[in-house]
């Protein structure tokens, strides 16, 4: 089994900045795509940014510019880094990896339990 346990989430006011961090533990084999996902109230889940293992990151337009996707692979954690926050930002941000474990054949994809990021105006 693989873990995903997300900090860095809270309250700021707008034009500040919040740095999320996503740790995977567990039966690690290697992490292929990691990712930030963020889900405003009555809204779908969007795609925030990703990273792959060996290519280049890729950003929602609404972030470009402001966020930063960053890995560890070392250790296993994916960080977003978000600069000037906007009240529309308000979220649950969700990381999502996907994982080929030791134990199980192929890739699988794990979420985190999400953070709540606040924006106030």
């Known amino acids: 089994q693989v873990q995903l346990v997300e900090s860095g989430g809270g309250l700021v006011q707008a034009g500040e900045s919040l740095k999320l961090s996503c740790a995977a533990s567990g039966s690690i084999f290697s992490i292929n795509v990691m990712g930030w996902y963020r889900q405003a109230p009555g809204k779908q889940r969007e795609l925030v940014a990703t990273?792959?293992?060996?290519?280049?990151?890729n950003y929602a337009d609404s972030v470009k510019g402001r966020f930063t996707i960053s890995r560890d692979n070392a250790k296993n954690t994916v960080y977003l880094q978000m600069n000037s926050l906007k009240p529309e930002d308000t979220a649950v941000y969700y990381c999502r990896m996907v994982v080929s474990t030791t134990t199980i054949p192929g890739n699988r994809i794990y979420w985190g339990q999400g953070t709540q990021v606040t924006v106030s105006s």
């Open positions: 990273v792959p293992s060996g290519g280049t990151t």
